[in-house]
């Protein structure tokens, strides 16, 4: 778990305009095509990992948010249904909060899709965002294999973040009892599903 109040003050420092990341571009409901294109681990990316990976190892507790790499091994379903709660859950901790304007940006966000996309707009960014920290997790846990892992959670607060949504620390505890439904994934499965896709 890493507290939304250190992702405010990492991203507080965090200057869109002078990064080539455009992951971390504010832009709140728009962006291009040219943004949507590869995930790398560039120089912005390398640290955001190493500071995420750094601010976890500060505060560790019981794990009580999703790894991403668990998160990976559930069915597509329970992916989904997971994601799913983590947005009706980030509109309730800022309704419990008092912060109604916050929730109704949550919910604009994640029910506004732009004319040509499947997704809503949270959705895309926050599955651009979970890439990049998977991406990060995996080379990281090679590099320190006792590091904490980056959490699910993590990619929601940043795309919140990006749109000038602040979550309380809370958030990183409201799906600790989310059980999968569905067996896990295989990687058989995962490949035929990659396949349709295509």
């Not at 992702?7 to 455009?22: E, G, H, V």
């Not at 992916?79 to 916050?102: K, P």
């Not at 506004?112 to 846990?141: I, K, S």
């Not at 809370?170 to 439904?181: A, E, H, L, R």
């Amino acid at each position: 778990m890493i507290p939304c109040s250190w992702l405010r003050t990492y991203f507080d420092t965090f200057d869109p305009a002078t990064t080539s990341s455009a992951c971390w571009r504010d832009t709140s409901l728009a962006r291009t095509d040219a943004e949507m294109q590869g995930v790398s681990m560039n120089g912005m990316t390398k640290h955001l990992a190493a500071t995420f990976l750094s601010a976890a190892m500060l505060f560790t507790t019981a794990a009580q948010a999703m790894e991403i790499r668990q998160f990976d091994k559930m069915a597509e379903r329970d992916q989904a249904e997971y994601v799913g709660l983590l947005v009706q859950s980030a509109e309730q901790v800022l309704i419990d909060e008092g912060r109604n304007d916050l929730q109704q940006k949550v919910h604009k966000l994640f029910s506004t899709t732009l004319p040509g996309d499947n997704m809503t707009v949270g959705q895309t960014e926050f599955e651009r965002n979970l890439a990049l920290l998977r991406v990060a997790d995996v080379e990281n846990a090679q590099k320190n294999p006792k590091d904490p892992r980056i959490e699910v959670e993590d990619a929601m607060v940043a795309t919140l973040h990006k749109n000038h949504i602040e979550l309380p620390d809370s958030f990183f505890t409201v799906n600790s009892g989310f059980k999968p439904k569905l067996p896990p994934q295989t990687k058989d499965v995962k490949k035929k599903d990659d396949k349709k896709k295509n």
